[in-house]
Antibody, heavy 119, light 108 residues
Framework: EVQLVESGGGLVQPGGSLRLSCVAS????????MNWVRQAPGEGLEWVSH????????YYADFVKGRFTISRDNAKNSLFLQMNSLRVEDTAVYYC????????????WGQGTLVTVSS | SYVLTQPPSVSVAPGKTARITCGGN??????VHWYQQMPGQAPVLVIY???DRPSGIPERFTGSNSGDTATLTISRVEAGDEADYYC???????????FGGGTKLTVL
């Protein structure tokens, strides 16, 4: 069974940093590209970042570019999101999502981890 | 950047057909995917590549895409279909994944 388990969320002050992790099981992480998607309280889904199978290629939404860094450790079945210079508007549940090998959609999602940015 | 527009809400009586639209410039040339999100839960893929269903998704869920509008159709709606629905595409000009704003389906 495919499982994605996020961790690392919590309360942080504006300007602070957090590192989110996502541990994958039930499949070989190196066979899949991966995404982070977030959802602010009461709002819709918002794509954050994407990483290729090897980690050599990454993409970011404009609102996080230069502040967030996506990375992966395939040997440890793990995906990461380093978040720096956090803003109040970054408050959201952050989901780790596996991208299908067929096309550009997410076929499995984790349960998410809540990041709250507040003073 | 590419923008997807969904109606904020759609209401339908049980047993009837719900149609949720997703508008975008020439979206008919793109591959559209749909997700269902129950309250407090992670999204679940219900339609991919315009009209394909993942295993385990009822045949009541169908999708179409043409011109400037993609549509998720739910036939014989049940109370358990009440959820938020999101469309999504890949923007080939930026390599970004793009979500619509979401539509709340209410079963009357």
């Amino acid at each position: 069974e495919v499982q994605l388990v996020e961790s690392g969320g919590g309360l942080v002050q504006p300007g602070g940093s957090l590192r989110l992790s996502c541990v994958a099981s039930g499949f070989t992480l190196s066979d899949y590209e991966m995404n982070w998607v977030r959802q602010a309280p009461g709002e819709g889904l918002e794509w954050v970042s994407h990483i290729s199978k090897s980690g050599s290629t990454t993409y970011y939404a404009d609102f996080v570019k230069g502040r967030f860094t996506i990375s992966r450790d395939n040997a440890k079945n793990s995906l990461f999101l380093q978040m720096n210079s956090l803003r109040v508007e970054d408050t959201a549940v952050y989901y780790c999502a596996r991208e299908s090998t067929v096309q550009y959609f997410c076929d499995h999602w984790g349960q998410g981890t809540l990041v709250t940015v507040s003073s | 950047s590419y923008v997807l527009t969904q109606p904020p809400s759609v209401s339908v009586a049980p047993g009837k057909t719900a149609r949720i639209t997703c508008g975008g410039n020439d979206i008919g040339y793109k591959s559209v995917h749909w997700y269902q999100q129950m309250p407090g839960q992670a999204p679940v893929l219900v339609i991919y590549s315009n009209s394909d269903r993942p295993s385990g998704i009822p045949e009541r869920f169908t999708g179409s895409n043409s011109g400037d509008t993609a549509t998720l159709t739910i036939s014989r709606v049940e109370a358990g279909d009440e959820a938020d629905y999101y469309c999504q595409v890949w923007d080939s000009s930026t390599y970004h994944r793009v979500f619509g704003g979401g539509t709340k389906l209410t079963v009357l």
